[in-house]
């Protein structure tokens, strides 16, 4: 499915650069989800009275109900709203709007945009308020004239109509469908993807790290989660992943934090899409940074939010402007500030800070944090005699569309039993496989990160538990070669060996050379000298 998405995509977009055309897309496809779900939802529960239209009647079964049943609407909208969570009105189902693109409707803009912003401000108990704000229904990309936008909207509905009616409305399948076109879009605008997309392969490692049991990694998944955090969430496809270990009732709550209000929007749509209530989910439009909620500005310790799992791909290296007044913040205060040239631990703290006890965070950072010097130091070394650092993972270069440096994963806990860290350096060329453009990680790669960290693992060229001493007299540098090299190392070449087999191969020459001169004088011809 999301390949034939992507291909109309494709096939539509025209002129209009990816990330506008994106924004379009993938509206129209949580429309549709909605939508599906609202009318199987209302199907079940007006049964028998639900309607049948009769041959040629194209409106959606919902709205002949309307028309007949006016005085029952809102008891069934009360209903709709235990059951589902949210309401759609008949004229703003997919179907229905669909079906104005068909006829090529003069009204069909104005309708998609009163949809939109029902959604936003009626439908759900939550309400999301610019969840469509970045899409420009008025937009001259779209056409210099109303009628042409409503035009090209009709085309660009009826296509992906068209396209996806023979798809299951199945959540996974659509939820998937999105991930891909995500995926996609992430890939064709290049370096700014970085931003809101982690590539699943990664993604993949980190959710299942943080769904281990902590204290014992080798007794397997942690039957719930009661809360996970990432506070760069961008399009929610980490969460998401972490959501798909433990399945639809393994985490009580998501919370999610996002700077872009595009991205931000994409993360709530997302979350919708995968079956996410609007209740299991919180996402903030804010700098996590600054630290900006007020949910997790609470001071008295016994309300202090705290997460079983954080997961993170912050963006690598951002500058940040630290003043006075966040160093006596209690994020940083035990720590001191990160550099203004990169915030990387000011990232990492911030996560750490809501940590729980028992809970695993998985960040994603530049190389950098590993050895360089100064506050980041300092930073560092008190994290490691803390004993919070436990794993630390190098992958491969690559593998990202936002940049070709190689990257690693930091596993933190609050509380661990090991007394050492653990170093997985997974960057040599039989971990992962070559591409053109993109290097890939593939199952098999996963899995043998996951396994090593899961059961401590040592292998050669691979894996080994350092203990603090040892990285002590290493000033405390993690620098993940120091620990764990990938080289081969060149075979040791034994000399008396080998002179013995010039010996032997020169005597080997005198035996042969002396039995070719007698055939030679046979034959009456000159020898070799």
């Not at 993938?26 to 049964?47: H, P």
């Not at 405390?476 to 070669?481: A, D, Q």
Request: glycine letters at 6%.
């Amino acid at each position: 499915m999301g390949k034939t998405l992507w291909a109309i995509a494709d096939d539509l977009r025209g002129a209009m650069n990816a990330d506008d055309f994106r924004d379009y897309m993938l509206s129209f496809l949580f429309l549709r989800y909605l939508s599906d779900n609202y009318e199987t939802a209302a199907k079940k529960e007006l049964g028998r009275d639900y309607p049948v239209p009769q041959a040629g009647d194209w409106r959606a079964p919902l709205a002949i109900w309307y028309e007949q049943n006016v005085d029952d609407i809102e008891d069934f909208e009360k209903q709709m709203r235990l059951k589902v969570h949210y309401v759609i009105e008949p004229q703003h189902l997919w179907s229905s709007v669909a079906e104005m693109a068909r006829t090529h409707h003069d009204d069909l803009l104005d309708t998609l945009w009163k949809g939109f912003k029902y959604i936003e401000e009626k439908s759900f108990e939550s309400t999301f308020q610019g969840l469509f704000s970045e899409i420009n229904l008025h937009s001259e990309k779209l056409g210099k004239k109303p009628a042409d936008r409503n035009a090209k909207l009709c085309t660009i509905i009826q296509k992906i109509a068209e396209g996806i009616a023979k798809f299951s409305t199945d959540t996974d399948i659509l939820g998937d469908a999105y991930e891909y076109l995500i995926g996609e879009f992430a890939a064709g605008s290049g370096k700014k993807a970085g931003e809101f997309y982690t590539p699943q392969q990664i993604s993949s490692i980190l959710s299942r790290i943080v769904t281990l049991d902590s204290q014992e990694p080798k007794t397997g998944l942690k039957p719930k989660l009661n809360s996970v955090y990432d506070f760069a969430c961008g399009s929610g496809s980490l969460l998401l992943n972490v959501r798909k270990q433990l399945g639809a009732h393994g985490i009580g709550k998501i919370y999610g934090q996002e700077k872009n209000i595009t991205t931000y929007n994409l993360a709530r749509m997302n979350m919708l899409l995968h079956g996410v209530k609007d209740t299991e989910f919180e996402i903030h439009h804010g700098d996590s940074l600054l630290n900006d909620w007020d949910i997790l500005n609470e001071m008295n310790p016994a309300k202090k939010l705290q997460f079983d799992a954080v997961v993170a791909n912050p963006p690598f290296s951002y500058r940040w402007e630290p003043n006075e007044a966040l160093g006596e913040d209690f994020r940083f205060k035990n720590y001191g500030l990160a550099p203004k040239s990169a915030a990387d631990f000011a990232f990492l703290l911030h996560g750490f800070h809501f940590l729980s006890d028992s809970g695993v965070m998985a960040i994603i950072l530049p190389h950098g944090v590993l050895f360089r010097g100064g506050a980041e130091e300092r930073i560092r070394t008190k994290l490691l005699k803390d004993g919070h650092i436990d794993t630390v993972i190098g992958l491969p270069a690559n593998l990202f569309f936002s940049t070709g440096i190689p990257v690693c994963i930091l596993v933190l806990k609050r509380c661990k039993k090991p007394d050492d860290v653990l170093f997985i350096n997974a960057s040599g060329p039989e971990n992962f496989e070559k591409g053109k453009r993109q290097n890939r990680l593939l199952p098999g790669h996963i899995d043998k990160i996951v396994d090593t960290y899961q059961f401590r693992k040592e292998e050669a060229r691979y894996a080994r538990r350092v203990g603090m001493e040892e990285i002590r007299q290493n000033d405390f540098n993690l620098n993940i070669s120091r620990y764990v090299s990938t080289a081969v190392a060149e075979k040791k070449i034994d000399l008396a060996d080998t002179q013995q087999q010039l010996v032997d191969i020169e005597l080997e020459i005198a035996q042969t050379k002396a039995r070719h001169n007698e055939f030679l004088k046979e034959l009456g011809l000159p020898v070799l000298p």
